[in-house]
């Protein structure tokens, strides 16, 4: 497993961006990584991917307004947020899938105010 810290949460209105961070404290060159979120009184759900190779994944939601990427000589995973709406408050969540149990780090949270 790996130790991953997110950061980069906070506060912004509604058509905002933001760009979470999570810092890894091993190589993941050879991980998929993620980004999952939880909002209040809700299960944690997925938001986006991206494979060993670059090849992304995105929830529905999502609808073009995220980007998830990488970068391995930096061992950090990056999730650009645009056009947040009061729906994407929530507390975020980087994942590595780790064998033989994921690697989650403790979440940041993100407040979209409308």
């Known amino acids: 497993q790996v130790q991953l810290v997110e950061s980069g949460g906070g506060l912004v209105q509604a058509g905002g961006s933001l760009t979470l961070s999570c810092a890894a404290s091993g190589s993941i060159f050879s991980i998929n990584m993620g980004w999952y979120r939880q909002a209040p009184g809700k299960e944690r759900e997925f938001v986006a991917r991206?494979?060993?190779?670059?090849?992304?994944i995105y929830a529905d939601f999502v609808k073009g307004r995220f980007t998830i990427s990488r970068d391995n000589a930096k061992i950090t995973v990056y999730l650009q947020m645009n056009s947040l709406e009061p729906e994407d408050t929530a507390v975020y969540y980087c994942?590595?899938?780790?064998?033989?149990?994921?690697?989650w780090g403790q979440g940041t949270q993100v407040t979209v105010s409308s």
């Open positions: 991206i494979s060993t190779d670059g090849r992304t």
């Open positions: 994942n590595a899938a780790t064998w033989p149990t994921s690697s």
